[in-house]
């Protein structure tokens, strides 16, 4: 168990559908992460919350829509997706302060296909 | 631009040792991480170099070089559980991860 847990674990989707994702984190880390891990390519980082504010969004397509509203929790809200879109979506928080080591923790996923 | 290299895939006997290596060219440095990551499961943390040098964690040993852009991951006395792919990511600038594409380690008996 990481301390970071995601909803739902798999979900099968319309391009025309809008669905959310969810993550949670029960650490008291202050910075949340979203990344996209295709077969056999680098996880590819798309939003950083840091203290609720998003750091970076890595000029993903405005068709992935972050929300932070609180330190504890983030949402990936998806709409009109494309089927390259599917993928494996990882959530990850940290505790950032200054140039400290901390390691990011992750959740277990969420497998996403869009059809 | 920021790039990190890892072997695809790696194969290796049960009760060996496997080194696993990583090169990276990144706009700044604060620090490589190995990550372990089960197939169909979350990436999990293994160990952090900011300093040349190498750090040892059990079975596990991690090496850096920051002049050559280099760290290798050492695995001892491998065991089955051991199969997994294994993910290099360095801390750039910015403080954020870059992360290689990963090593698929397969142990066999």
């Known amino acids: ?115 | 631009g920021q790039n990190i290299d890892q072997p695809t895939e790696m194969t290796a006997t049960e009760g060996a040792i496997v080194q696993i290596n990583c090169t990276y060219q990144t706009s700044g440095f604060n620090g490589l991480f190995w990550y372990q990551q089960h197939a169909g499961e979350a990436p999990t943390f293994l160990s952090y170099n900011v300093l040349d040098g190498l750090e040892e964690k059990g079975r596990f040993s991690s090496f850096l070089s920051r002049s050559k852009g280099y760290s290798y991951l050492l695995l001892k006395e491998l065991q089955m559980k051991d199969s997994a792919s294994y993910l290099c990511a360095v801390r750039d600038t910015n403080y954020q991860l870059i992360w290689g594409a990963g090593t698929k380690l397969i142990i066999k008996p």
Request: hydrophobic share 30%; proline share 6%.
């Open chain 1, 1 to 115: 168990e990481t301390g970071v847990t995601q909803t739902p674990r798999h979900l099968v989707m319309g391009m025309t559908n809008k669905k959310s994702l969810k993550c949670e984190q029960h650490l008291g880390h202050n910075a949340m992460y979203w990344y996209k891990q295709s077969a056999k390519k680098p996880l590819e980082l798309m939003f950083v919350y840091s203290l609720e504010e998003r750091v970076e969004n890595n000029s993903v397509p405005s068709r992935f829509s972050p929300e932070c509203p609180n330190s504890s929790h983030l949402f990936l809200h998806l709409h009109t997706l494309q089927p390259e879109d599917s993928a494996l979506y990882l959530c990850a928080s940290s505790q950032e302060e200054g140039s400290g080591s901390y390691e990011q923790y992750f959740g277990p996923g969420t497998r996403l296909t869009v059809t």
